[in-house]
């Protein structure tokens, strides 16, 4: 667990250049340490961790590889941890907390690894025991001597046990991708192999390969579950965008890796429905090490990455600089799931970053619904005067709503329970745009879990729309009848998360509440309650596609194709708001 104790009394200053620019970013500040790993912690904190490296700004008398960033004054506080946090991974847990798993074992100035732990000297700190982890040493990819296929619970269960998948698909089988689904199951790919896991049997179903690419690290694609909506049953269908067409042989082979193209296919499964995988629509460019950002208009930002080569770094001889990747992709995109297919990508009105962020970049959406970038540092140490250097830019992405007039809601509680009483949210007429009930069909209350962003990934990430009516008033104020959680802590895990309020795609300023009890143990359910009708002024009608409710009200479950959600007897409050650990690079969180 992360430590807030902030040893250094000064604090460090960039000032805006510019103001905000829809669809543009914007050089805002300098983090201090770089960005591999970061997390949204509240309204105003991003919490950023580095590896052990030689940074210029220090704690205790060593380097800091950790920073608190502050970002409504650009600043940051040095913070102290012990242990080298180099490729770990991390998760919010149901009680609020934020827990780092993993990391990498000590090492000396310039990156290279440590016989022994030094207690006196933090810099030359391990990672304080490998509890989780994907491999027993570290290294650019796995091997069967070096492997650790294992996975446990956080807080403890007992033992760690095995698992099948993480033998079978060495070597490129570190940082694993991780969802739990609806159905309670995870859904598990990594290298070419997918499959369905049951953490409460320990029965794993095997899936069909992914098609066209490895995902995984270091191929890296970006990833991402759609949005979870009353439209479509709270189903979860993940994405898989970019990576690397690289067989298992090919990791070790010598190859230059600079010189491996990225692909540029998409592929998507919904697995607690259909076990299959379908082609989306490619990616204008291949690209490695990007990262999917959920925004509240319910599309996906996508920036970062690289269109040659693989994460990792290295000595060979045709590095770039350490880097295994070359040429930097630079211009974001943003993917639209409502889009017909062939239609879902678009750059339009959208310009490029001016910094190249390759290996160790990350990202993660702000509540005034702006995206957070920072990071890349392709070394084993801290690399300046490089082509792809050492990076502490922090950048700010600004959506097309960015400057739009806000809705300014009144009643979003502090938390959501699974089932339970329907809650009521005010808008004014201004909120509305002064149109009614066609601006009531196009309103949203959404639920975004940020995530902790490392390698390409943002674990824990996941958008969902709360089902609600309206009472439109005379006055053309409106209030939102609003339904809790379907009562199945699978589809969205306990803890902390944002809720926002979207009319006609313009999002209200994100409010952070707590999922579940705030407690980490059994989640209380409680019926899904029947919402009022909508309700309008006599003379004003309600557009004609406006969609229905999807209820049924003889069991409180929602089906879809073929899927049941399981209800409460079912199993579903058995997660009790725990984060499952299942091991990789460093720890595979659940996404």
């Not at 990791?251 to 592929?267: E, F, K, M, P």
């Amino acid at each position: 667990m992360l430590h807030p104790a902030v040893l250094l009394a000064a604090s460090f200053a960039f000032t805006l250049a510019s103001a905000a620019t829809p669809g543009t970013f914007e050089i805002v500040g300098n983090s201090g340490v770089s960005a591999q790993q970061l997390f949204l912690g509240n309204e105003k904190k991003v919490y950023i961790l580095d590896k052990v490296q030689g940074n210029n700004v220090t704690v205790s008398g060593h380097p800091a590889w950790v920073v608190e960033y502050d970002i409504d004054s650009n600043t940051f506080r040095p913070m102290d941890v012990w242990t080298n946090t180099f490729c770990a991974g991390g998760s919010s847990a149901g009680n609020g907390s934020w827990i780092s798993v993993g990391g990498n074992q000590p090492v000396s100035p310039g990156g290279d690894a440590s016989a022994a732990i030094n207690a006196t000297n933090p810099y030359m700190d391990g990672d304080g025991g490998q509890a989780i982890g994907g491999n027993l040493y570290g290294g650019f990819v796995n091997d069967a001597g070096n492997n650790n296929p294992t996975w446990e619970w956080w807080p403890s269960r007992g033992a760690v046990q095995n698992l099948t998948i993480l033998e079978t698909t060495l070597p490129a089988n570190l940082y694993p991708l991780t969802w739990m689904l609806p159905s309670g199951k995870l859904f598990i790919q990594t290298n070419l192999g997918a499959e369905l896991f049951d953490p409460l049997t320990g029965v794993e179903d095997v899936l069909p390969d992914v098609p066209h690419a490895v995902r995984t690290y270091p191929a890296s694609a970006a990833t991402a579950m759609l949005p979870l909506t009353p439209a479509n049953n709270w189903t979860a269908t993940v994405l898989f965008c970019g990576g690397t067409d690289l067989q298992p042989d090919q990791w070790t082979a010598g190859l230059d890796l600079t010189q491996v193209a990225a692909s540029a296919s998409c592929v998507y499964m919904t697995p607690d429905v259909d076990q299959t995988w379908y082609d989306d629509d490619s990616l204008p460019d291949g690209r490695s090490m990007s990262n999917f950002i959920m925004l509240p208009d319910a599309t996906l930002f996508l920036c970062n990455g690289a269109n040659m080569g693989v994460a990792g770094y290295g000595t060979e001889s045709w590095t770039k600089g350490d880097s295994y990747a070359d040429v930097p992709v630079q211009q974001p995109l943003i993917y639209d799931p409502s889009k017909p297919a062939g239609s879902r990508f678009t750059s339009d009105g959208l310009s490029p970053s001016t910094v190249p962020r390759m290996y160790h970049s990350t990202a993660t959406l702000l509540p005034d619904g702006s995206v957070f970038v920072a990071g890349s540092s392709p070394h084993p140490d801290v690399v300046l005067n490089t082509e792809y250097p050492t990076t502490y830019t922090v950048e700010r992405f600004y959506p097309w709503y960015y400057n739009m007039p806000r809705p300014a809601p009144t009643g979003i509680p502090t938390s959501v329970s699974y089932g339970g009483p329907i809650f009521n949210i005010s808008l004014s007429a201004t909120d509305l745009n002064s149109d009614g009930a066609t601006a009531l069909e196009e309103t949203r209350v959404i639920i975004i879990r940020t995530g902790y962003a490392t390698h390409a990934i943002n674990f824990g990430q996941r958008y969902l729309q709360l089902d609600n009516t309206y009472t439109l008033n005379a006055d053309g104020s409106a209030v939102l009848h609003v339904n809790q959680l379907y009562p199945n802590p699978s589809i969205l895990a306990p803890g902390p998360a944002w809720m926002f309020v979207v009319v006609n795609g313009v999002p209200s300023t994100g409010v952070q509440i707590m999922v579940g009890n705030g407690i980490i143990g059994t989640q209380p359910t409680a019926a899904y309650a029947t919402l009022p009708t909508k309700v309008v002024p006599n003379g004003v009608s309600i557009p004609t596609n406006a969609s229905e409710n999807i209820q049924d009200g003889a069991n409180n479950s929602v089906t879809s194709a073929g899927l049941k959600m399981p209800t409460p007897a079912e199993g579903s409050v058995k997660w009790m708001g725990l984060f499952t650990a299942v091991v990789m690079g460093a720890v595979a969180a659940l996404l």
